[in-house]
């Protein structure tokens, strides 16, 4: 982000990024180091992703409701990985936590690849995984997936229900992967930029690339891009305030 503000707004600096940078950091600073709306022009929205919901193969749960199950009857004993502070994975993990009114403990890592390390070595139970990794691992045997926080099943895994149809409502805030120039970028450079990505991103290839890994593709123009991202921040804004969730 930094990088992306401190550079000429000529087209030749952007920023490929996802839900956590726009709609989620803003909210979980007292004082966010910038302004999505001011430093930034949107260039377009290409998927919308979310985290998955997967298990240790040996945990005693096969679905959301056993999980909860397990949970009120064994609170404190369930622990779930996320990737980080204030990340979807920790957010989700603490909508689920709130939602289904269980005890599971937070451990946070530094990073998606400690998190899934643990996860696939049993020191934690569950993690809030990004699609393509853990649509992967659950095919090579090595976790299982409970559930997908969204309002729909996702094409790529139909079988897998909903949070929200296992009867834990309000984990369904899937996030945005976008395009991003400096601020100030003339409407010229944005229109060419937008019309060129959103043409990669219809062609045949990139589209089952990105189903394939769990995502739902979207196009946008750089208009509907600025709509969606509005949104998107005042839900995951509302979230956080609801869990209290803070970073310093």
Same mark, same amino acid.
């Given at each position: @982000? /930094?990088?992306?503000?401190?550079?000429?707004?000529?087209?030749?600096?952007?920023?490929?990024? &996802?839900?956590?940078?726009?709609?989620?950091?803003?909210?979980?600073?007292?004082?966010?180091?910038?302004? +999505?709306?001011? #430093? @930034?022009?949107?260039?377009?929205?290409?998927?919308?992703?979310?985290?998955?919901?997967?298990?240790?193969? !040996?945990?005693?749960?096969?679905?959301?409701?056993?999980?909860?199950?397990?949970?009120?009857? !064994?609170?404190?004993?369930?622990?779930?990985?996320?990737?980080?502070?204030?990340?979807?994975?920790?957010?989700?993990?603490?909508? $689920?936590?709130? !939602?289904?009114? =269980?005890? =599971?403990?937070?451990?946070?890592?530094?990073?998606?690849?400690?998190?899934?390390?643990?996860?696939?070595?049993?020191?934690?139970? $569950?993690?809030?995984?990004?699609?393509?990794? %853990?649509?992967?691992?659950?095919?090579?045997?090595?976790? *299982?997936? $409970?559930?997908?926080?969204?309002?729909? /099943?996702?094409?790529?895994?139909? #079988? +897998?229900?909903?949070?929200?149809? %296992?009867? +834990?409502?309000? &984990?369904?805030?899937?996030?945005?992967?976008?395009?991003?120039?400096? %601020?100030?970028?003339?409407?010229?450079?944005?229109?060419?930029? !937008?019309?060129?990505?959103?043409?990669?991103?219809?062609?045949?290839?990139?589209?089952?690339?990105?189903? /394939?890994?769990?995502?739902?593709?979207?196009?946008?123009?750089?208009?509907?891009?600025? /709509? @969606?991202?509005?949104?998107?921040? #005042? *839900?995951?804004?509302? +979230?956080?305030?609801?869990?209290?969730?803070? @970073?310093?």
């Amino acid at each position: @982000m /930094r990088e992306l503000i401190r550079s000429p707004a000529d087209g030749y600096t952007l920023l490929y990024t &996802i839900t956590v940078t726009t709609s989620q950091l803003p909210h979980l600073y007292a004082a966010p180091p910038f302004d +999505v709306l001011k #430093d @930034m022009t949107p260039l377009g929205v290409v998927s919308r992703t979310r985290t998955i919901l997967v298990a240790t193969p !040996n945990a005693p749960y096969n679905t959301v409701k056993e999980l909860v199950a397990y949970a009120k009857a !064994n609170p404190g004993k369930v622990n779930y990985g996320s990737y980080g502070i204030g990340s979807s994975g920790h957010i989700n993990g603490e909508l $689920l936590k709130a !939602n289904a009114g =269980i005890d =599971i403990v937070h451990v946070p890592y530094k990073g998606s690849t400690e998190a899934v390390r643990d996860l696939l070595g049993g020191q934690i139970q $569950l993690v809030f995984d990004g699609p393509s990794t %853990a649509i992967a691992n659950a095919k090579g045997g090595l976790v *299982k997936i $409970l559930g997908v926080p969204d309002t729909e /099943r996702l094409p790529s895994i139909p #079988d +897998v229900p909903t949070i929200t149809e %296992a009867g +834990v409502p309000g &984990i369904d805030l899937p996030g945005l992967e976008q395009f991003f120039a400096p %601020a100030r970028t003339p409407k010229a450079i944005v229109d060419k930029l !937008n019309a060129e990505i959103m043409k990669v991103a219809r062609t045949p290839e990139v589209t089952e690339l990105f189903v /394939r890994g769990g995502s739902t593709m979207v196009t946008s123009t750089p208009g509907e891009h600025a /709509r @969606m991202m509005k949104e998107d921040s #005042d *839900k995951w804004g509302a +979230v956080i305030r609801k869990l209290g969730i803070r @970073m310093e």
